[in-house]
């Protein structure tokens, strides 16, 4: 049963990491009034396919990533030239389908030569007809169908290159700026699960040691040392010790909600001990206390973070430092293995990790199309579409051979064990 839990928290954890970036895109984009043509959650072949309005949902083998196709990004509509046959299907006046092969069959439709046809712009296609010249205007969401697969044309406004600067960078940078948001709310959510520390308290002492001749028991809170409330800070309780060193102290610590005096002397042992494992004693955090500890431990895992990222850059590291899909499910399974409240919080930095990496000016990921946009800004026009893409996909190739190689030294390391 808890195998059967940790794969449904693994896979709830990659479903909702990869929707709510590729969410981001797609909102953002349709907020734009850009065709969203795919919404893809994973790569590789189809596993779930359906369509809704305009856009196609599909779930795919490979759960690595995903992505929101836009169009005007790939040239996937079938090109139509002039001197070509097709069949087109009215309602009213209007051109609604587009039939590339197999029109013969089709008695709803006209059939005709093409003599002139602009799907972007003008929006109109001219036919003969057996000698007989006429021009049809084209509906912008015309469909049109080759070997029964349809594809929506996509109007000069629908496309992506049509839309400002600003638009397309926000429509690229709303992935990871969900992925920031979705990492605050949790590490918030775990503040409100995990409470907030409130009072040092003695987890167990050591025996022989300066605390158990002085009396001290696990479970102890620990109220004033020398004088000074302890509250919940750990560090100013250790640094009272190294400074009282062969000196006794006079501890006032709480059991069963009584306060008792003891005299412990610090051994001169690593700059001071006196022999006690610490833990925090914890309480319910306000909506105040959850935004401000939520906020601080996401700008230090933003710290942590972009420090790995400096040292991957630099080349310090090994292969052993890097991690792939198999080590990332093997961690997850732990962190579910130790309660919803740690694995929240591996949640968020997985979300965070997402986000920060996917703004890394790499090929292929989203901080390097936002470079591309920074010179078109500059530029006051548009990078070269055919050498952008080419750097994305040299970029997107070595992100898949990096994932193949972390990925087989993970399965060696699980194999070596």
Known sequence: MATLQNAFQIV????????????????????????????????GPKLLSFKKGETRYTLRLLPIGGFVRMAGEDPEIVQINPGQRIALALKGNEVTHIYINDFDSRSDSIVGVVEDIDLERRLFVKLDMDGEIKQFPVHPQALMVSKDKETQIAPWDRQF?????????????????????????????????????????????????AAEKAGLMANDIIVQVNDVTIGADRNKLTSLIKQSVNKPMVWIIERNKEQIRKEVTPADINGGQVGVTLMAETRKASFGEAISNGWSSMTSATVS??????????????????????????????????????YTFWAALMSLYLGLFNLLPFPALDGSRLVFLGFEALRGKPVDPGRESIVHFVGFAMLMLLMIAVTYNDILRLIKG
């Open 12 to 43: 709830l954890l990659f479903f909702v990491l990869v929707t709510i970036h590729e969410w981001g895109h797609f909102y953002f984009a349709k907020r734009a009034g850009i065709l969203v043509r795919e919404f893809a959650i994973g790569f």
């Open 161 to 209: 290159g049509s839309k400002t600067v600003g638009q397309r960078a926000m429509s690229i940078f709303a992935g990871p700026m969900m992925n920031f948001f979705l990492a605050f709310i949790l590490f918030v959510t775990v503040v409100f699960m995990a409470g907030v520390p409130d009072k040092v308290k003695i987890q167990g002492t050591t025996a022989g040691s």
């Open 305 to 342: 973070i972009l420090d790995s990222f400096g040292k991957l850059a630099t080349l310090q590291f090994k292969m052993d430092d890097l991690g792939g899909p198999v080590r990332i499910v093997e961690f997850t399974s732990e962190q579910a293995s130790a309660g919803w409240a740690q």
